[in-house]
């Protein structure tokens, strides 16, 4: 498994996950030990994981151990405002890819 950086894992995340017109991505990393934790949300909707975006992570990071959860909590009752729709991805050691 290779372990780049915080920066570099949240640079290569963002071309994953871009930003789509007036439609802001939240993304954060942390390591855990010898994991990674990223955790990627916006306001209104979950941001699409794909499997090529699952397959690009395993190949950056070396590992096939690529596992993604969904949490939200809903905002106004009206408007959905205030809302917020996360996707925790988890990538620790594993097969290769």
């Known amino acids: 498994m290779n372990y780049p950086s915080v920066d570099e894992v949240v640079e290569f995340v963002k071309l994953l996950f871009p930003e789509q017109e007036g439609d802001k991505v939240g993304?954060?990393?942390?390591?855990n030990g010898l994991?990674?934790?990223?955790?990627?949300?916006?306001?209104?909707?979950?941001?699409?994981?794909?499997?090529?975006?699952?397959?690009?992570?395993?190949?950056?990071?070396?590992?096939?151990?690529?596992?993604?959860?969904?949490?939200?909590?809903?905002?106004?009752?009206?408007?959905?405002?205030?809302?917020s729709y996360e996707v925790i991805i988890t990538v620790a050691e594993g097969a290769k890819p």
């Not at 993304?27 to 390591?31: A, F, L, W």
């Open 27 to 31: 993304i954060s990393v942390r390591r």
């Open 35 to 83: 994991a990674y934790v990223i955790k990627v949300d916006r306001m209104y909707d979950f941001v699409p994981v794909r499997l090529a975006s699952l397959l690009s992570l395993a190949k950056f990071f070396d590992t096939l151990n690529v596992n993604d959860s969904r949490f939200s909590q809903g905002g106004c009752e009206s408007c959905d405002y205030g809302s």
